[in-house]
């Protein structure tokens, strides 16, 4: 479905991939390093991190042999997640036999869920925090050299970590993300993030314009608002006197300056507004991307899943956004067979499918985690096989989609912010246009962070491939 380009962005992160980080000038007499799974957010909290260990005299290495400090940034999302961490957790305490006095820690949602397990049964490490527990990093390391084994997985109320410049790791120096919000309120009954991550709190509006305004400042063009729901990102200052909502926060945002592009994940159904919808249209600079999870096309299943929206919300929703932004583009994430969903419903998700034509889908069949609402609630009947074989027609039928709206962008012109080269080739530039299409082009004068126009002449399942025209 993606190639190697579009691979690189937001959410294509999500459960597997890891990053190891940039190396630095400065010096330190620590080094650490750190791999993240799981989404966008896992991302950003590991550029968090990396400042916290900064302040300490920890430096980030991409080379593990060096490491005093290895940090695994886990995601719990699927048990397919999970796994890959304990292989790596498993690896790394080869390293860590090897060197004395290394320290290998857990990060993140795995280390929220498993609490001191991690420590006790499998004696794969040495340091567990969850993560609103990350500025105690540098206690614990110090207990942890004291030979103590040392856990925080206390969650917050009120931790957003506003304060903190994130360290910028491993990435293109053009696009970045900015956190606006931590936790979730909101339930979905096969989802593992309101108890990994918390209640839902929103980050002090002004402490984001600062960070966004930072980036472009340093060069950045592209700032992704992340937040599980943004849509409910709500701040109240502390005297009361000043309240800002998420459309309120995207046009701080896109105030900041006209040439810093400003997107946003994840949007959900239930609440997006056109208020959000009316900012975009308003600021040229706010992209016409949206990610919508759907999960289902069925409305039992939905309210099995306790989205609280239904196949018609659903569908309306995508109306108003067509509607008004006439060419938004539009994500989405599909879960194939969930507890009890019969054929029938299966093709409600694949005929909803059809109605919108994603641009992007995250699709997954439903992996049961421990705890959740549905697995207190639901049997998870559905057989394996089942589950991959429809998985494999909402693939199927999102590939098909994908490669017809490529096909419709041939002989159109778009506006792409240039990334840095294409990993097909140093002499192609690669870069996205508004609605979050992968586009490369030849090189010619341009470089990383230029806005360029470029013509589409051809195109991959994946990919625009076009000629700058000015
Ligand atoms: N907050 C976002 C939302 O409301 O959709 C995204 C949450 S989650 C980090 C990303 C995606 O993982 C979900 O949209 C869902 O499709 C998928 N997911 C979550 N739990 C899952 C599970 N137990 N099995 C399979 N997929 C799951
Ligand atoms: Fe999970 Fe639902 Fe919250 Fe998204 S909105 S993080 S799917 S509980
Ligand atoms: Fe995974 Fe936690 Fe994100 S479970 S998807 S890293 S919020």
Aim: aromatic fraction near 8%; hydrophobic fraction near 35%; charged fraction near 30%.
């Amino acid at each position: 479905m993606l190639d190697l380009d579009s691979k690189v962005h937001d959410e294509s992160r999500q459960g597997e991939a890891y990053a190891p980080v940039a190396a630095s000038t400065q010096t330190y007499n620590k080094r650490f390093y750190i791999e993240s799974y799981g989404c966008a957010m896992n991302f950003n909290d590991s550029e968090i991190v990396a400042s916290i260990l900064g302040e300490e005299g920890y430096g980030p290495t991409r080379n593990v042999e060096e490491a005093n400090l290895i940090l695994v940034n886990t995601c719990s999302i699927r048990e397919k997640a999970e796994q890959t961490v304990r292989n790596r957790l498993t690896e790394f305490k080869r390293y860590k036999q090897r060197t004395p006095g290394m320290l290998v820690g857990v990060l993140g949602c795995m280390a929220e869920r498993l609490k001191g397990k991690l420590l006790e049964e499998e004696k794969l490490v040495d340091i567990v925090v969850g993560p609103d527990a990350y500025r105690s990093l540098p206690s614990l390391i110090a207990e942890a050299e004291g030979g103590q084994k040392s856990v925080n997985v206390l969650l917050s109320r009120e931790e957003t970590y506003g304060d903190i410049s994130p360290v910028r790791l491993d990435n293109n120096g053009v696009t970045s993300f900015v956190s606006i919000m931590r936790g979730c309120n909101n339930m979905c009954t096969f989802c593992v993030v309101p108890f990994t991550r918390g209640r839902e709190r929103s980050r002090d509006a002004h402490s984001i314009v600062r960070e966004a305004t930072d980036l472009f400042n340093n060069g950045y063009r592209e700032v992704t608002l992340l937040g599980q729901n943004v849509d409910s990102y709500y701040w109240i200052s502390d005297d009361g006197s000043e309240t800002v909502t998420f459309a309120n926060l995207l046009e701080m945002v896109a105030q900041i300056n006209p040439l810093l592009r400003v997107r946003f994940s994840t949007s959900h159904p239930k609440d997006i507004t056109d208020d959000v919808l009316f900012t975009m249209k308003k600021y040229e600079n706010v992209c016409n991307y949206i990610h919508l999870p759907l999960q289902s096309g069925n409305t039992r299943i939905l309210q099995l899943m306790n989205r609280t929206y239904t196949r018609e919300w659903y569908i309306k929703k995508v109306d108003r956004i067509r509607e008004i932004l006439p060419d938004c583009g539009i994500s989405t994430d599909v879960i194939a067979g969930f507890c009890t969903e019969t054929e029938e419903e299966h093709q409600d998700t694949l005929s909803l499918m059809d109605y919108v034509k994603y641009d992007l889908a995250y699709m997954y069949f439903y992996s049961e985690r421990p705890g959740t609402l549905a697995a207190r609630r639901y049997r998870d009947d559905v057989p394996e096989e089942v589950k991959k074989r429809r998985l494999a027609e909402i693939v199927e039928l999102h590939r098909r989609h994908s490669a017809e709206n490529m096909e419709k962008e041939v002989g159109k012109t778009f506006k792409v912010l240039v990334e840095g080269p294409s990993k097909r080739s140093a002499d192609q530039l690669f870069g996205r246009n508004d609605q979050n299409k992968a586009i490369i082009f030849p090189k010619e004068n341009y470089k990383k962070g230029d806005y360029v126009m470029v013509k589409v002449e051809s195109c991959t399942s994946g990919t625009l491939i076009g000629k700058a025209v000015g």
